[in-house]
Structure formats: C-alpha cells, structure tokens
Nanobody
Framework: QVQLVESGGGLVQAGGSLRLSCVAS????????MGWYRQAPGNERELVAT???????IYADSVKGRFTIDRDNAKNTVYLQMNKLKPEDTAVYFC???????????????????WGQGTQVTVSS
C-alpha cells in the first residue's frame, strides 16, 4: 500500500509565507511526477505546480514568481514554498504523486496517481 501524508497548512496573513510538505510511503518502486493542486469552495480542483522526475516544472500563472515546488527524491517528499500569499490562495491543497509499484509476482508494475488527504491554507486580508 501507498500513503501520502501532507503537512504545513494553516492560517496566515496576506503577504506571509507557508511551506507545505507531502511524504509518500509504502511499497514504492519508483516515483514519477510530483505536484500540488488546490480546491477552493465552489471551485474545481486546479493545478498549482508539478515537477516531473525529469524535465521542466510547470506552474499555474496565478502563482508564478510566488510559489516554488521542490522535491527530495531520497525522502520521497515534495514541497511547496508559498510566498507573498494572497486571500485568493485560500483553498485546500492536495499533493498528487505518480507512483510505480511492483506486484507480488515480481514482474508486474503498476503506474498510478495518488492523492494526499488535503491541507487547508487560509490567507486573511
């Protein structure tokens, strides 16, 4: 089994900073893309940032220059550093990780997307 555990959300004033973390654990063979999404009340879930195992990082236009995604492959962890936060950044933030697991037969590999439980970020004006 695979589990994602997020931490780092909270309440902050506009202009402040928060750092989110997401740790993947379990029977992991390898990890592909790692990213963050967010969902505000009444809105659909949207991409914030994603970092592939190799290649270019993608950011939503609304967070470019303010948010930074990073990953520590040795720790199976993805981070989201959020600076200059705005009230419109208020949402539940979810990590999303592409994880490859090996089945018990030893020769079958599964590639699946996993989601964290979500962490609330609230930015007051």
């Amino acid at each position: 089994q695979v589990q994602l555990v997020e931490s780092g959300g909270g309440l902050v004033q506009a202009g402040g900073s928060l750092r989110l973390s997401c740790v993947a654990s379990g029977t992991i063979f390898s990890i592909g893309a790692m990213g963050w999404y967010r969902q505000a009340p009444g809105n659909e879930r949207e991409l914030v940032a994603t970092m592939p195992s190799s290649g270019s990082t993608i950011y939503a236009d609304s967070v470019k220059g303010r948010f930074t995604i990073d990953r520590d492959n040795a720790k199976n962890t993805v981070y989201l550093q959020m600076n200059k936060l705005k009230p419109e950044d208020t949402a539940v933030y979810f990590c999303n990780v592409e994880i490859i697991t090996r089945e018990d037969d030893g020769v079958t590999y599964l590639n699946s997307d996993y989601w964290g439980q979500g962490t609330q970020v609230t930015v007051s004006s």
